[in-house]
């Protein structure tokens, strides 16, 4: 049966602690050779252990060093520092609690970052369809604004044409025609007589029912087509 010494001198040979009973130095010694051959076999039969202590800070490099070894080896000694085997996202660890809880850390921050992904993603789609509304209402604004120009002139021409309608019953019928009379028959006459590119053009981009088709003969009648006078009139 090897002495104390015998295994304290190979376990400070293979880096690891030399504290404890016979039997900590055998099992020390037994999972650093298991470790060992495992290295120089399959590397998935390797598992990630996580050990996390507490040590002093400051001082030099190399007392940092020493005193964080020491608190490792502490670590490990102590009996309250049970360690455990964990699942993390599919992987296996083994380490003390504190250790496995920091690896498990960087597990709920990759599920956060999925959950944020997600809520972007959503918010992106929202944006999408917002903008997609938006650039509908603005079409429709551009037709309502044609629309509401086309009601306003034929509304101002259809006033004149209404009123040359009543000045020419007082004319005719009740012969008591005034010069404001004879100034709005005139005025309505030419409302009704001429012609007004500007206001006809846009009744070839009106609404379904009301829409003419026949840009030959606005052509024939102005020289241009409808689509070019609205670009003159704006």
């Keep these: 049966m090897p002495l104390k010494k015998e295994l304290q001198k190979q376990c400070k040979d293979a ?3 030399v504290g404890g009973t016979i039997n900590d130095l055998k099992d020390r ?18 598992c990630d252990a996580i050990l996390v202590s507490r040590t002093t800070a400051g001082g030099s490099e190399e007392k940092v060093t020493k005193e964080a070894k020491y608190a490792f080896e502490r670590t490990l000694e102590d009996p309250d520092e049970a360690l455990e085997v964990t699942q993390i996202r599919g992987e296996f660890y083994v380490g003390n609690r504190r250790g496995v809880s920091l690896g498990e850390r960087p597990s709920e921050l990759g599920e956060k970052d999925i959950s944020k992904d997600a809520k972007i993603a959503s918010l992106d789609a929202k944006i999408a369809l917002l903008d997609a509304k938006v650039a509908s209402l603005e079409k429709r604004d551009d ?8 009601l306003k002139a ?6 004149r044409v209404r009123s040359r309608f009543i000045s020419t019953f007082v004319r005719d019928k009740l012969k008591n025609q005034t010069p404001i009379d004879e100034m709005i028959i005139h005025e309505g006459n030419c409302t009704a007589h001429r012609g007004d590119a500007a206001v006809d053009a846009l009744l070839y981009d009106g609404a379904e029912g009301a829409k003419r088709d026949d840009e030959y003969a606005f052509e024939v009648l102005y020289g241009l087509y409808p689509s070019d006078v609205k670009k003159i009139s704006k």
């Design 143 to 150: 037709l309502l604004a044609e629309e509401m120009l086309l």
């Design 15 to 17: 880096g690891i602690g």
């Design 29 to 46: 010694l037994e999972a650093y050779q298991k470790y060992e051959e495992a290295l120089l076999g399959d590397p998935e039969e390797l």
């Design 154 to 159: 034929e509304s101002k021409d259809y006033r």
